[in-house]
């Protein structure tokens, strides 16, 4: 038997987005009663909710949403529940050797930190955990073709911006701000978080789900 897991945050106006970035408005043009059907006029950031980070998004000649094939964001992907341990006031992503042996090149490989228990809140958008330094050379080996978590963003301990970079030369996509990971299996399923075909578009919300086994 089969579960179909909807792993993304409900849109709607006035909900909470990265700082600086455009919030969301939601306008009924035409509407009930006045009128047969319903039309709405929708304005948010490329970056709003659950999301999809094309290369475009650092890099001048980076790959658009519109260039990327399907298949990095729909297929078999891997959960890992990793460990946590502060340092210099951070919250470090650490794999054990155990989950690291699961991990193959051209994975799609979502975290679940416990983070997304935050989404919505005030503090959802500080103080988040960031990646080790040594766990973002292993994956950059790996190559992967997506890489998602239940974070606003994802972020080396350094520079927030070195991880995004460094993986999108590789053309790796990431999908940020999935809810409900915690409900994942730690194995194998099928994941998909397929964005709008946006021309020159550096990145796109998403409606991202797993189809797991019970």
């Given at each position: 038997?089969?579960?179909?897991?909807?792993?993304?945050?409900?849109?709607?106006?006035?909900m909470?987005v990265?700082?600086?970035?455009?919030?969301?408005?939601?306008?009924?043009?035409?509407?009930?009663?006045d009128?047969?059907?319903?039309?709405?006029?929708?304005?948010?950031?490329?970056?709003?909710?659950?999301?999809?980070?094309?290369?475009?998004?650092f890099?001048?000649?980076?790959?658009?949403?519109s260039?990327?094939?399907?298949?990095?964001f729909?297929?078999?992907?891997?959960?890992?529940k990793?460990?946590?341990?502060?340092?210099?006031?951070?919250t470090?992503?650490?794999?054990?050797?155990?989950?690291?042996?699961?991990?193959?090149?051209?994975?799609?490989?979502?975290?679940?930190?416990?983070?997304?228990?935050?989404?919505?809140?005030?503090?959802?958008?500080?103080?988040?955990?960031?990646?080790?330094?040594?766990?973002?050379?292993?994956?950059?080996?790996?190559?992967?073709?997506?890489?998602?978590a239940?974070?606003?963003?994802?972020s080396?301990?350094?520079?927030?911006?070195h991880?995004?970079?460094?993986?999108?030369?590789?053309?790796?996509?990431?999908?940020?701000?999935?809810?409900?990971?915690?409900?994942?299996?730690?194995?194998?399923?099928?994941?998909?978080?397929?964005?709008?075909?946006?021309?020159?578009?550096?990145?796109?919300?998403?409606?991202?789900?797993?189809?797991?086994?019970?």
């Open positions: 038997m089969t579960r179909i897991l909807d792993l993304s945050m409900e849109v709607f106006q006035g909470t990265f700082p600086g970035d455009p919030g969301v408005r939601i306008d009924i043009d035409r509407g009930f009663p009128h047969e059907y319903q039309v709405s006029t929708i304005c948010f950031g490329s970056h709003t909710g659950t999301h999809m980070d094309a290369p475009r998004h890099l001048p000649d980076g790959a658009t949403v260039e990327i094939g399907i298949q990095s729909a297929g078999e992907a891997i959960c890992v990793p460990g946590l341990r502060q340092s210099e006031g951070k470090i992503i650490e794999l054990s050797e155990a989950q690291r042996q699961g991990i193959f090149s051209d994975d799609r490989i979502i975290f679940s930190t416990g983070w997304e228990q935050k989404a919505g809140s005030p503090e959802y958008f500080g103080d988040y955990p960031v990646f080790s330094d040594e766990l973002i050379a292993f994956l950059l080996e790996k190559r992967p073709l997506l890489i998602g239940d974070l606003p963003t994802l080396g301990p350094g520079d927030p911006f991880m995004h970079r460094e993986f999108f030369q590789n053309r790796t996509v990431f999908v940020e701000g999935l809810v409900r990971t915690g409900e994942l299996p730690e194995g194998r399923f099928f994941f998909s978080a397929a964005p709008l075909k946006i021309k020159n578009g550096d990145g796109s919300p998403v409606r991202a789900y797993a189809i797991v086994d019970e």
